[in-house]
């Protein structure tokens, strides 16, 4: 298994689209309010702005073993890689109006320590109870006893979803991606 979380496997599966998130765009996000890495909770519900919301399975962490079979489902590698993409592109969502966040099922302590470890310079929220997916119909996988997201990104605009991007791939190109399509939409 490749355990260097910032690169991606040279033989990665690219994942399908399922057309699970095609009754998405032009839905307005839910008032849910979900703990966020600053400490507060934000109600997705009532964002007000343009923003891109990367949703990702979950960031692995350096020595621990990420789950069984991980790089064999496609779109669940690549959290990290995607994560830094957004990082390092953060001025140029910021020069267009848009903020960024991510979002995950794992708790914010674990998030924390990601936004950390990888210098991240936007939140990441907090959807440990998969509220969105009751919600909105999020698609899901699991893997090892647990349910994650699958990885889409949801550009929204005053809450409501205008653009999905699904399935997400490359991991590590979905930042340029989402700019290119906002670049054209602007």
Known sequence: MNTN???LPSDLVAPVDDGATAHLEGRWLPGLA???????????GALEGRWAIFVYPMTGRPGVDLPNGWDAIPGARGCTPQSCGFRDRHDDFLALGVRVMGLSTQDTPYQREAKERLQLPFQLLSDASLRLHDTLGLPTFSVD???LYKRLVLVA????????????????????????WLQGAA
């Open 5 to 7: 979380l910032t690169s």
């Open 34 to 44: 979900l703990p966020s890495t600053d400490g507060t909770k934000v109600n997705v």
């Open 145 to 147: 006893g647990a349910t």
């Open 157 to 180: 605009n005053e809450a409501r979803i205008e653009k999905v991007f699904y399935p997400v791939f490359p991991p590590d190109r979905s930042a340029q991606q989402v700019l290119e």
